[in-house]
């Protein structure tokens, strides 16, 4: 988990439903309020990613741990943001780190290719969220 006083930025495809869906999960099991987010399109991202980093991304979730760490990717990011949440959420995401990344991306990689037919896009990049969640949100 990150350090204390930091933050762990989870960056999402602002145009993607299962994306929204998955932001509004973690932000509604994130108590201590140790996840911001920002879209993959928004000025934050832009900012906080090399142009080279930008390019290799897949357009869905990404997390960055601690400023300097590589930015984590698939099956990765999900298992770092839920190791940011209490009880059996962080427990789930540490079995999923467990898992090697090749074979627990092959179950990303599925939900991945079928999320726009399944999960209708959302009006907005920022999900639906009470004004004090959406504190947690930068550009």
Known sequence: MAERGDHVRVYYDGSCGLCHRSVRFLVA????????????????????????????????????RAAGEPLLVRSRAIAAALRELPGAWSALGALLAAIPAPLSDLGYRAVAASRRRLFAAPKSACPLLPPAQLARFDP
Do not use: I, K, Q, W
Not at 36 to 54: H, I, Q, S, Y
């Open 29 to 64: 099991r994130d108590a201590r309020a140790r996840l911001r987010f920002a879209p993959l399109a928004g000025p934050t991202f832009v900012a906080e990613t090399a142009p080279a980093e930008r390019a290799a991304l897949p357009d869905s979730l990404a997390v960055r």
